[in-house]
C-alpha cells in the first residue's frame, strides 16, 4: 500500500529552466509534508517543507505547493542547475506519529546543459 | 552544528555473521529514528526512540534486528544472522520534539551501506 507515490521516476530539464517534481498522497492524515534530495551513496537532505494550513511554501529557488483537495504537492526549481541533478523524495508525516516519515520512491532529476 | 553520523559508512558481511552500525544523532535531538533503503525505493521506517526509551518498531524490524539508545544520546542497530535480504542502505535520522505531536523536520545521516554476500 503505496501512500506517497511519485509517479514520474525519472525528470530531464534544460539549465535555466523550471524543474516541477509532483507527488500525491492517499492517507488523508497526513498533515506535513518534506522533500528530500539524495545523491548517490549519501544519506537524505531535506530541502523544503510545508504544513497542511498552508497551501506554499518558498526558500530561494525551490516552492512546494500543496493542494490538499487533491492530495497533491509539488516542488518548483527555478532556476534549475546543473547541481540539482539527484534523486527527490517526497516525504510526509501525520498528528500523532512522532514525525514518522513515509516515503514515496523518488524522482530522479537530471538537469542538462 | 555537527550532523546526524553513522559508522561504519560500508560494512560487507558474510550470511549468518552479526552486524552493528552506530548512529550519533544531532546534538540536542532527542528523536532518533532508523530507516532502511533499497535500490529503487523510498527510505522505509524501522524504528525510533525518544531520548532513551523505543517507542515504536515497523513490521519489517524482524527478531533478527535490535537497536538500542542506552543513555538517550547515540544508538546502535544490531543485525544478528544476517540474510542476503539484509543489504540495504540503513539510515540514522535525528529531529527535536516540539510541542506540535507531527510538523519535525527529521535530519539523515550519510547511511551505512551493507553487503551480505
Known amino acids: 500500500d503505496q501512500q506517497v507515490k511519485q509517479n514520474s521516476p525519472s525528470l530531464s530539464v534544460q539549465e535555466g529552466r523550471i524543474s516541477i517534481l509532483n507527488c500525491d498522497y492517499t492517507?488523508?492524515?497526513?498533515?506535513?509534508f518534506l522533500w528530500y534530495k539524495k545523491y548517490p551513496a549519501e544519506g537524505p537532505t531535506f530541502l523544503i517543507s510545508?504544513?497542511?494550513?498552508?497551501d506554499k511554501n518558498e526558500d530561494g529557488r525551490f516552492t512546494v505547493f500543496l493542494n490538499k483537495s487533491a492530495k497533491h504537492l509539488s516542488l518548483h526549481i527555478v532556476p534549475s542547475q546543473p547541481g540539482d541533478s539527484a534523486v527527490y523524495f517526497c516525504?510526509?508525516?501525520?498528528?500523532?506519529?512522532?514525525?514518522?516519515?513515509?516515503f514515496g520512491t523518488g524522482t530522479r532529476l537530471q538537469v542538462t546543459l | 552544528d555537527t550532523g546526524v553520523s553513522q559508522d561504519p559508512r560500508h560494512k560487507i558481511t558474510k550470511r549468518g555473521q552479526n552486524v552493528t552500525f552506530r548512529c550519533d544523532p544531532i546534538?540536542?535531538?532527542?528523536?532518533l529514528y532508523w530507516y532502511r533503503q533499497t535500490l529503487g525505493q523510498g527510505p522505509e521506517f524501522l524504528t525510533y526512540?525518544?531520548?532513551?526509551?523505543?517507542?515504536?518498531k515497523s513490521r519489517l524490524l524482524s527478531d533478527r534486528f535490535s537497536a538500542e539508545r542506552p543513555k538517550g544520546s547515540f544508538s546502535t542497530l544490531e543485525i544478528q544472522r544476517t540474510e542476503q535480504g539484509d543489504s540495504a542502505m540503513y539510515l540514522c535520522?535525528?529531529?527535536?520534539?516540539?510541542?506540535?505531536?507531527?510538523?519535525?523536520?527529521?535530519?539523515f545521516g550519510e547511511g551505512s551501506w551493507l553487503t551480505v554476500v
Open positions: 516525504a510526509a508525516s501525520g498528528t500523532g506519529t512522532a514525525s514518522k516519515l513515509t
Open positions: 535520522a535525528s529531529s527535536r520534539a516540539l510541542l506540535q505531536v507531527s510538523g519535525n523536520t527529521i535530519y
Open positions: 510545508i504544513s497542511s494550513i498552508k
Open positions: 526512540f525518544q531520548n532513551e526509551a523505543q517507542l515504536e
Open positions: 546534538s540536542e535531538h532527542n528523536r
Open positions: 492517507n488523508s492524515m497526513f498533515d506535513y
